[in-house]
């Protein structure tokens, strides 16, 4: 460092960066060596005989209008290397310093010769990163400097997975995840100038997927109660939720509980369509359809292993959807081993006299149904596994035929009009006959023997084909002393098909 000569009784004002009390006028030029920044200095004399230095960072070459009249200081400038503009833009020039009387000093974040440069800067986003099993995981490193640096990946713990990771102008992505791939991974930016990094936390989080999930198809019952439970995995927070037909609310009487099972108590046919139960958590989202149908159960039978063991009076559908409407029966829920029973009655169910009708045939009883027409008990009978109906006649020399004439007397009706003239499960003859037990033994009834005591006989009609009884016929009454009761029981039917 070379200073000038001094300058008495001016001073450089407005650039002081130090000042010092000194005991000799020399001493403040050791100072201004000492100080890196210092371009010139003013000293004067204390009241007390000693000294006054200033230290000013710029001089009278740069700031003339700041070189003022002091008297008793002097102005001390240094040869000023640095007003010829030496140095880079990204730097400031000190005088002193090396044989060229100058040294440059970078910015801050700059460095080399030029103080061209850069350090190198490196930022990951997002920095912390939370995705699911089996996704791909991309994440970016963002860097600076000059030169350009090279970008470099690590894992904190372990290493990179190597034959899972791609790493594409800085950007590293993980592909096919799983929960061993979370930790902290760093980007490193490296160059000449130095090299930063930037750390990332990557939490993978086992797969989303359903623990429990309805089926696609439940098929429902009128009257019955249907749960349906859903329930799905998660480390998050998982909410589940039942929408119905792509609405909700949920329809009247359909309700979810604590543990988001879905519960349509005594179904009707409103609740049929269908739902989805949706589970969502922060990442992703499930959804499990359930076609739910409700339908009117097909007889008393189908009631009974379904919907209810209580016998009373239920709304049934023998031929589903299609075909007949539901009809209204009596469910006999005890009968026949409680398997249930579907029981249509009619008009003639009491004992019924007959008296006064001798010709063939010439009493005769039609036999109405009450609830369903005809139709809808022919397709009772075609889905049910067994159907029959009691039938008794309690006889007084009342004769079903008689062989001396060779004259049917009695007889009942199928609903396509065929005159029946069985009394029995044989499809044959009475009872009696079949079992070899009649009063008569060459006659195959009871009610045959033509006999002025009261006798009977009774059976089950059970071919399907040949039932519901459409009317009875008898004769054979006419006479003093004949007469007959007959009792027709209710169409019964159980079993499915
Ligand atoms: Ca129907
Ligand atoms: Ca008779
Ligand atoms: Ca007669």
Redesign the pocket.
Known sequence: MEFKNSIDGRRLEGHVFKGIGITSPDVCEVNCFIEADCMSFNVGPLPDGEHWCELSDSDHVIHPEDLVYASGMSYNPVVNVCSSSPCPVNSRCQTGFTTNGYRCVCADGFSGHNCSEEFPLAQVFPDDITAEESSDVTITCHVTGNPLPEITWSKTEGSLPASRSVISRGNLTILNVNTNDSGSYVCTATSIAGSSSSPVQIQIYSAFKFITRPPSFVLVYTGQTLNLSCSASSHLNTTVMWVFNANTPLPEGVSTDVSNNLIIVSANITHGGNYTCIAMNLLSSLHAHVNVHVK?PETCSRVKTNISDVSGDYVI??????????FTVYCNMNDKGGIGVTAVSHDSEDRTHVIGFNPAGSYSRDINYIGPSLS?IK?LIAVSLFCQQSIKYECKDSMFYSHSSNTQYAWWVSPDGQKMTYWSEANQGCTCGITSSCLDPQKLCNCNKNDPDWQEDSGHLTNKTHLPVSQLRFGDTGDPGEEGYHTLGKLECYGMN
């Open positions: 009117i559908d023998p031929d589903d959807e299609q075909g007949e409407a539901p809808q397709e």
